[in-house]
């Protein structure tokens, strides 16, 4: 199975505090990229990283990949409650596929 | 417009039902997505289309059968469906490169999803 694994699979925090998810995955890609999904609905996407790029930012968000590794990380900094949800990476083949990590529950208590 | 629209958003069905899930888009995206989300799960890949033909389908049962109309449209029949089958249906769309996978700058765009409860 190409399905990644993320850690941690939940995560508490306090507003203000800097919230950090990784994220590994197993084959070659052609991007990483980063959703956020509310109660169950549909998955928003946050951010995207290229195979030959290595940080990225936007906003309070950035995220880093180490293709060496095979593993990225996703820091969101100065959380809000707003920011609770579950976060999954999403790895991105030149066979058409998008497969998601198992992916992080956040939970940032006002 | 800069959506996916998914519809029904609520569906319940017996395992006897025939009934279909639909999702549009008019961006132009010529790669349209049906994924499967369990409670507390990752979305898991069903199909794909790329230009109108399916060129993905990950081993799914026949119960599950899917269309593309055109360009904008995409559905998902639905038949003798069992209980096991109840979780989110979500589509997505995105740029398609023809016969070149998920290009290195393509995201896929989500409609807010089908919650389904089979009978």
């Known amino acids: 199975s190409q399905q990644g694994e993320e850690d941690p699979q939940a995560l508490s925090i306090q507003e203000g505090e800097n919230a950090t998810m990784n994220c590994s995955y197993k084959?070659?890609?052609?991007?990483l990229q980063w959703y956020r999904q509310n109660s169950g609905r549909g998955l928003v996407h946050l951010i995207l990283?290229?195979?030959?790029?290595r940080e990225k930012h936007s906003g309070r968000l950035r995220v880093t990949l180490d293709t060496s590794k095979k593993s990225s990380s996703l820091l969101i900094t100065a959380s809000r409650a707003a920011d609770t949800a579950s976060y999954f990476c999403?790895?991105?083949?030149?066979?058409?596929?998008?497969?998601f990590g198992q992916g992080t529950t956040l939970q940032v208590k006002p | 417009d800069t959506e996916v629209t998914q519809t029904p958003k609520h569906l319940v069905m017996g395992m006897t039902n025939k009934k279909s899930l639909k999702c549009e888009q008019h961006?132009?995206?010529?790669?349209m997505y049906w994924y499967k989300q369990k409670a507390k799960k990752p979305p898991e890949l069903m199909f794909v289309?790329?230009?109108?033909?399916?060129?993905i389908n990950e081993s799914v049962p026949s119960r599950f059968s899917p269309e593309c109309p055109n360009s904008s449209l995409l559905n998902l029949h639905l038949h003798a469906l069992q209980p096991e089958d109840s979780a989110l249906y979500l589509c997505?769309?995105?740029?398609?490169?023809?016969?070149?996978?998920?290009?290195?700058?393509?995201?896929?765009?989500f409609g807010s999803g089908t919650q389904l409860s089979v009978l």
């Open positions: 997505a769309s995105s740029q398609a490169f023809r016969g070149q996978g998920i290009g290195a700058n393509e995201k896929l765009l």
């Open positions: 084959t070659s890609i052609n991007n």
């Open positions: 990283i290229r195979s030959n790029e």
């Open positions: 999403a790895t991105a083949y030149n066979t058409g596929k998008l497969i």
């Open positions: 961006m132009g995206h010529r790669a």
């Open positions: 289309y790329s230009y109108e033909k399916l060129s």
